[in-house]
């Protein structure tokens, strides 16, 4: 387990690790890496926790990995600007939306890349070019919401854009209190909609915290978040026929 640096040290050790756009070797890769693109269109449902918390557990596994964000508000490159250097090694792409096409052929160009983690913007109505794209090039589409009734109202839409384009996806479902009864109506509601993965993610502070420290809730000590997205993270490993590897 990674030791968590002070925000100060982690900030300084910061630019060095930063990839912004990286060249296109003249070899691609000859193993195809995995795409998992986290996406729901909703603000702060979740998106940039799930995809660096999964980063940071693939990681763990051994895995090699490339994280891309697509948002304008850089939360997981500022995430990753301060990550600890003696945690597990991630790779980052940061860019706006409209340049999703680069971003695929600069991460196709990577070597030795096994997964890819794609976090994207809210709003992503506004760009259905680029969200087309990513959806057609990623092997899971995970969707994160909250238990909120506007959340909720906004991922079924966004699944059934899912499901015409023929993406495998399933819903998320975070910042959960499990004895609410929101939780049990919001469950049955996306279970009514499309695939909801099995495990889900609790309104937990230590979740909160990864963002401060540039961690996973796994690298945290006694982390209760730790256990909701191993789990998560078993199921997409399964999703992706990673689980053997
Ligand atoms: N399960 C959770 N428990 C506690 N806090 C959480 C949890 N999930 C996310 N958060 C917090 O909620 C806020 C929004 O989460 P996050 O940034 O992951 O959402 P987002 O979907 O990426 O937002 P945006 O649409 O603005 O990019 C953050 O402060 C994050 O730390
Ligand atoms: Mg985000």
Redesign the pocket.
């Known amino acids: 387990m990674a030791k968590i640096a002070t925000i100060e040290a982690a900030q300084k050790q910061a630019e060095v690790r930063r990839v912004e756009h990286l060249p296109v070797p003249a070899l691609a890769n000859a193993k195809r890496p995995k795409w998992l693109l986290v996406a729901?269109g909703k603000?702060?449902?979740?998106?940039?926790?799930?995809s660096l918390n999964l980063s940071v557990c693939a990681a763990h596994d051994g895995l090699r990995v490339a994280m891309v964000d697509l948002?304008r508000?850089a939360?997981l490159s500022r995430w990753y600007e301060r990550r600890p250097d003696d945690a597990p090694a991630l790779t980052l792409w940061h860019g706006p939306m409209s340049d999703a096409a680069r971003a695929l052929s600069d991460i196709d160009g990577l070597p030795d890349i096994d997964l890819v983690v794609v976090?994207t913007?809210?709003g992503l109505d506004d760009h259905p070019d680029a969200s087309r794209l990513l959806v057609a090039r990623a092997d899971f589409v995970l969707v994160?919401t909250t238990p909120g009734t506007a959340d909720i109202d906004s991922v079924v839409e966004w699944m059934k854009f899912l499901k015409r384009e023929r993406a495998n996806a399933s819903f998320l479902l975070?910042?959960v209190q499990r004895a609410h009864t929101r939780y049990r109506t919001a469950k049955l509601r996306l279970n009514r909609s499309g695939a909801l993965c099995p495990v889900d993610?609790?309104?937990?502070?230590d979740?909160?915290a990864t963002?401060d420290h540039g961690v996973g809730v796994i690298e945290i000590r006694k982390s209760r978040?730790a256990e909701d997205f191993t789990a998560v993270w078993d199921y997409i490993k399964q999703q992706l026929g990673m689980a053997d590897q």
């Open positions: 729901s603000g702060g449902s979740g998106k940039t926790s799930t948002d508000q939360t976090d913007p809210p994160p975070n910042k993610v609790r309104l937990l502070d979740i909160e963002h978040g």
